[in-house]
């Protein structure tokens, strides 16, 4: 269902910043159709309300020598609720540990984690994962190769009538 809040200066708004978060404003106008200044206070009002997070450079992981990754499926003894939010926390806590997701399914949590290399993620799983005390079991799925990561998020079902 399309969100009243946003028309279609918004969306297109939303679009061009998610294909290129450094769009200077006056072009960013110029894409979208609108002048420089209520372009500028549409973005700020997004940002505001929370339709923008963030906005960062997406690194290489390669290059910058994290060309190991591994999802990972994390299944946890209890759900109580200290237990869990500890559990969370610590995970939220480790760098390695780029997404985490709660999920239904086989696993409790769906953890996305990238390390130089398998020896790397051997020290992290033992040494840090393992380590928790509510984890139970563990599955790792290592990425044999990227077709595509981060992508833009589909905006599609925002369109009007």
């Given at each position: 269902?399309?969100?009243?809040?946003?028309?279609?200066?918004d969306?297109?708004?939303?679009?061009a910043?998610?294909?290129d978060?450094?769009?200077a404003?006056?072009?960013?106008?110029?894409?979208?159709?609108?002048?420089?200044?209520p372009?500028?206070?549409?973005?700020?009002?997004?940002?505001?309300?929370g339709?923008?997070?963030?906005?960062?450079?997406?690194?290489?992981?390669?290059?910058?020598?994290?060309?190991?990754?591994?999802f990972?499926?994390?299944?946890?003894?209890?759900?109580?609720?200290d237990?869990?939010?500890?559990?969370?926390?610590?995970?939220?806590a480790?760098?390695?540990?780029?997404?985490?997701?709660m999920?239904?399914?086989?696993?409790?949590?769906?953890?996305?984690?990238?390390?130089?290399?398998?020896?790397?993620?051997?020290?992290?799983?033992?040494?840090?994962?393992?380590?928790l005390?509510i984890?139970?079991e563990?599955?790792?799925n290592?990425?044999?190769q990227?077709?595509k990561?981060?992508?833009?998020?589909?905006?599609?079902?925002?369109?009007?009538?």
């Open positions: 269902m399309p969100n009243p809040q946003l028309d279609d200066f969306r297109r708004i939303i679009a910043l998610q294909a978060g450094r769009l404003n006056v072009e960013l106008a110029d894409r979208i159709g609108l002048s420089p200044s372009c500028l206070r549409r973005v700020k009002r997004l940002e505001r309300e339709y923008i997070d963030a906005y960062r450079a997406m690194l290489r992981r390669s290059q910058v020598g994290l060309g190991f990754t591994v990972v499926g994390v299944k946890i003894d209890a759900h109580a609720n237990q869990a939010s500890a559990f969370e926390a610590a995970v939220v480790m760098p390695e540990i780029i997404a985490c997701h999920i239904a399914g086989q696993a409790d949590y769906l953890l996305e984690v990238v390390v130089p290399d398998l020896e790397h993620y051997r020290r992290f799983l033992v040494g840090k994962l393992l380590e005390p984890v139970r563990v599955q790792s290592i990425a044999i990227t077709l990561a981060a992508a833009p998020l589909p905006l599609d079902h925002l369109q009007g009538p």
